[in-house]
């Protein structure tokens, strides 16, 4: 069994706590994180915008990519401690949430956190990525809750029935 796991700032321990929970002692498990690609562009821009391209010396991307790659590898052996077992580790560039819909292929489980408004039940507790990832993931998807759920009366009521139809 192959088993992804986005690691992500602020939902990982429960990512990481889902995964030891759910998979088989000898499942191969990987650590997934993901770095945007467009901020050190943006930074560049920015910088090229104000300053010119005349002092790439200067130019704060590379500092930007390396600050990325440094809190991607401290993030990765924090989860890879928690989870007490062989694994591997995979850092990816990119749109998130296709480079995570890319890296589960092949798998057998993605592991996800909610990321959006944890304090009530439904659609709205993904953000946009992981909405994005829960649609178009090519395996089976294990989407936990990073604390504890909120309860099922924060599900809003549903919608009052048009005057033309009568309630079921």
């Not at 990987?30 to 010119?52: E, I, N």
């Not at 062989?86 to 292929?105: D, L, M």
């Amino acid at each position: 069994m192959a088993v992804v796991v986005w690691i992500v700032e602020g939902t990982w321990p429960a990512c990481v706590d889902a995964a030891r929970a759910q998979a088989p002692g000898a499942a191969d498990v990987v650590l997934l994180h993901v770095s945007p690609a467009d901020v050190p562009g943006a930074a560049r821009g920015a910088f090229a915008g104000l300053l010119g391209r005349g002092h790439p010396e200067r130019d704060p991307s590379t500092r930007l990519e390396h600050l990325a790659a440094a809190s991607a590898d401290r993030l990765l052996s924090e989860a890879a401690r928690r989870l007490g077992r062989p694994c591997a580790r995979q850092e990816r560039s990119g749109r998130i949430e296709r480079e995570v819909v890319a890296a589960a292929e092949g798998a057998d489980l993605l592991v996800l956190a909610r990321d959006g408004d944890r304090t009530h039940l439904g659609p709205r507790s993904l953000g946009p990525a992981s909405r994005f990832i829960v649609d178009h993931a090519p395996c089976p998807v294990l989407l936990v809750w990073p604390d504890t759920a909120p309860g099922i009366a924060t599900i809003p009521p549903p919608p009052p029935h048009p005057p033309h139809h009568p309630p079921h």
